[in-house]
């Protein structure tokens, strides 16, 4: 038993002077459930935090693809759980292949949206999905996270967003 007790002792003391910790506290605690404005229109949603998602998505009705000076566009309406709904318009950044649990491969649109979560805006790259059978229409996954947070499988609804009216896109 006392060995058990100097290995944890000595494991914890290499990871505090080794930084892992510190860095740890660097990174902001969210829970697997929460809320985020889409910057550019004021929309809110509940987005499930998936860290075994490799990018985000929000739920999307494709209505029109188009070609503008030679690149690809996409019009699309989102809308959220209390029924706010509006049309973009954005470039095509690329097509990501997403795996279906059942079935082929789904072949889905990428484009940039500007996300607030807490008081962090930034500018990611967001697939565009049917999202039927989900509970949430927004899913936040490890490009978003990596290097700004740290998710607790408890925790929900931990960070307002609070961007003050960044750059709307």
Known sequence: MAHR?????????????SGHIVYAADKMVIGWIEQVRLEAVGLTFLAKIDTGADNSS??????EKYQRDGVEW??????????????????????ANI???????????????????????????VNLAERKRFKYHMLIGRSFLKGFYLV??????????????????
């Open 74 to 95: 996409i019009r699309f309406r989102i809308t959220n759980k209390q029924a706010q709904s509006v049309v973009l318009e954005r470039e095509v950044v690329r097509y």
């Open 99 to 125: 795996k279906a649990k059942k079935g082929p491969r789904i072949r889905r649109p990428v484009v940039l949206l500007g996300l607030c979560l807490g008081k962090d805006y930034r500018k990611i790259q």
């Open 152 to 169: 607790d499988s408890e925790l929900k609804h931990t960070a307002s967003p609070d961007c003050n009216d960044k750059e709307k896109n």
């Open 5 to 17: 007790f100097w290995f944890r002792l000595v494991l914890l003391l290499v990871m505090i002077f």
């Open 58 to 63: 929000i739920k999307a009705e494709i209505l």
